[in-house]
């Protein structure tokens, strides 16, 4: 089972020993967007959805969500976050979310990333479901990474 860091000799799950890794500053940025129809786009942008302030309810769960991610996923280390930030966009049909998580530390935040996008989509989708119930979250994917063993990564134009 050689080359797969998640599992032993024996092929089990176990989380990966970082305790002799070098700390370095490490990054990761992850996007994503919500279609939905031209009503519920409106509502969120002149802030008249019933349950509030959308895009301000999106970015503080994404935030949450990325300092819970040791929590949700199984064999992912707990992080002392440096940060973590969470943009929302409105466009032509939908909302564009953008999540950027950072730490010095021992292991990479591509996850702590994904986690605070998909939260934040799905806080969009809860807070306006009563509008559009058929929005349909997409294209959620990592954009980059920086810092540790493997070096920075970015995302090229996905064709198809």
Not at 110 to 135: F, P, Q, R, S
């Amino acid at each position: 089972m050689s080359g797969l860091t998640h599992l032993d000799e024996q092929g089990a799950a176990r989380m990966v020993d970082v305790g002799s890794k070098a700390q370095s500053a490490r990054s990761a940025t992850a996007t994503g967007r919500i279609a939905m129809k031209p009503e519920a786009l409106s509502a969120i942008r002149d802030g008249t959805v019933p349950k509030g302030d959308v895009l301000a309810a999106a970015r503080i769960a994404g935030i949450m969500a990325a300092k819970q991610t040791g929590a949700l996923i199984p064999l992912c280390h707990p992080l002392a976050l440096d940060s973590v930030s969470v943009e929302c966009t409105v466009e032509e049909q939908g909302v564009r979310v953008t999540a950027t998580a950072s730490l010095t530390g021992k292991t990479g935040v591509e996850m702590e990333a994904m986690v605070a996008c998909n939260i934040a989509l799905l806080t969009i989708y809860d807070m306006a479901k009563a509008l559009d119930k058929g929005m349909v979250v997409e294209e959620v994917r990592l954009l980059s990474k920086t810092g540790g063993k493997s070096g920075d990564w970015h995302a090229s134009e996905r064709t198809g």
